[in-house]
């Protein structure tokens, strides 16, 4: 599963991140790495961009970048 297929309000993990090495190192800037727990919590009316909650911190992703991040579900 990835990034963009996600539900919001239910809590996942980064599996593995496929982008290439600018967005990369963004996501890693970030924080976002292998293990990090994710939650979608906001689309934007086009739903091109979805905000998630990363490390208590909202950040905006853009469906084309989230499609190279690879998730899991975590059970509650």
Known sequence: ???NDIVKYKKYKV???NADEIIKR???D???IKGTKIELL????SK???AYLIRDSIIAIRNKDAKSIEVGAIDD
């Open 48 to 50: 091109n961009i979805k």
């Open 15 to 17: 599996i593995n991140i």
């Open 30 to 32: 970030i924080g976002l």
């Open 42 to 45: 906001y689309e934007s009316p």
């Open 26 to 28: 963004r996501l890693f």
């Open 1 to 3: 599963m990835y990034l």
